[in-house]
């Protein structure tokens, strides 16, 4: 069971992580499209762009959780 519970853990720590990898580099990114002193404008088209970036990278980690989850499973059957 203990096994179980830390293959269940690993799975959701792995999402999480890629999530907050993803928005992080969204971040960057949206950081570094703006000079030292960036005008309201270019502020709020960096956020939008960088909501749009994590948007899209959440999205792509959310598709890959039935691989994950597959992965889980075999795993798991293997343990057994």
């Known amino acids: ?3 179980t519970v830390y293959l269940n853990y ?4 792995c999402i999480q992580k890629r ?4 928005a ?3 971040q960057d990114k949206a950081r570094d499209s703006m000079g030292a002193n960036a005008s309201d404008s ?3 088209k960096a956020t ?8 899209k990278c959440a999205d792509d980690v959310l598709s890959n959780i039935p ?4 992965r ?6 293997k343990s057994k």
């Open 1 to 3: 069971i203990a096994a």
């Open 19 to 22: 999530l907050e990898r993803c």
């Open 48 to 55: 939008e762009a960088m909501e749009k970036c994590v948007v």
């Open 67 to 70: 691989i994950l989850f597959r």
């Open 42 to 44: 270019e502020r709020k």
């Open 10 to 13: 690993n799975f959701y720590f």
């Open 24 to 26: 992080m580099d969204c």
């Open 72 to 77: 889980l499973k075999d795993t798991l059957a």
